[in-house]
């Protein structure tokens, strides 16, 4: 175990992991409270096409995904809030247009690029310095956020009409929110690859739900759940040989059904049958 944290490539991993785990795991409770879950898949497609423009135009593949990623959770909150169509149905349309993208766009490239394919199905163990840098950076970005605005985004996403009577300003909170799930997605796109990142969002989240009553718990929960099973991700995709993003979905999927089993939720549900 310890010759392995001697290899600069697994240092940067597992820091990596950590912040990946403790971002997308905090950002997911959010999303699962607030019916968010189809937004991720339609934001990770978008991000992926972003980086196969990058890869063709030969120019910073994050940056775009990126924009990409901005541009598609600002229009779907957009067409969402103004009621010209409904959250799910705006998400699948950008969520099959994006993908199409990024076909077009592999298809336009003369020759075949494995780094592309790292980002649609993860490659935690190939971050560079590089990457590391802008997983840091925007994973910092994303929790100031979420410590700054905690109050305003608890009470939005239990009462978002009585929020806004109250005089928060909901509609740029919203979009606000949207924002931070599309920055979370980049910066975990590499390692856990537009397939599956959706997964490290939502499940950690959701196994949580399962634990506790209580918010403050679910974020713990959550956080404890996320990092862990992302950093186990990373030591057993070295271990075994096996793909990282894969792996670490796995593993986190296999915490989700153990807390279905021990979700006190459960019990209370049972006992009240009987």
């Known amino acids: 175990m310890f010759e392995m944290l001697s290899y600069e490539f697994m240092q940067r991993a597992l820091i990596a992991s950590v912040i990946i785990g403790l971002v997308c795991s905090i950002i997911g409770v959010f999303v699962i409270l607030k019916n968010l879950t189809f937004i991720g898949a339609g934001t990770s497609h978008a991000a992926f096409a972003g980086v196969t423009l990058g890869y063709l135009i030969k120019f910073s593949p994050l940056s775009i995904a990126v924009l990409f990623s901005l541009i598609t959770v600002w229009i779907v909150g957009y067409l ?15 969520y099959s247009l994006t993908m ?7 298809g336009l490239m003369k020759i075949y690029n494995a780094e592309v394919y790292g980002y649609l199905f993860g490659s935690i163990l190939s971050v560079t310095k590089l990457d590391l840098a802008i997983i840091v950076l925007l994973g910092v970005v994303v929790l100031f956020l979420v410590y700054l605005f905690f109050k305003e ?13 109250g005089g928060i300003p909901t509609g740029w909170l919203s979009f606000l929110l949207l924002t931070m799930i599309a920055l979370t997605i980049v910066i975990s796109l590499k390692s856990v690859g537009a ?23 679910m974020f713990i929960y959550s956080a404890l759940i996320g990092t ?9 995709s070295y271990w075994l040989d096996l793909p990282s993003g894969a792996t670490t979905v796995l593993f986190v999927s296999f915490v989700f059904f153990l807390s279905v089993l021990l979700s006190p939720k459960h019990r209370t549900i049972l006992t009240a049958i009987n």
């Open 80 to 94: 969402s809030k103004k009621g010209y169509l409904k959250l799910d149905a705006s998400v699948g349309i950008f």
């Open 100 to 106: 199409a993208l990024a076909v077009l766009f592999i």
């Open 153 to 165: 985004f608890h009470f939005i996403t239990f009462d978002e009409e009585m929020a806004r009577a």
């Open 195 to 217: 397939i599956l990142v959706f997964a490290m969002i939502v499940t950690p989240a959701a196994a949580a739900y399962q634990l506790t009553y209580s918010m403050i718990r």
């Open 228 to 236: 862990g099973s992302s950093v186990s991700g990373v030591f057993l």
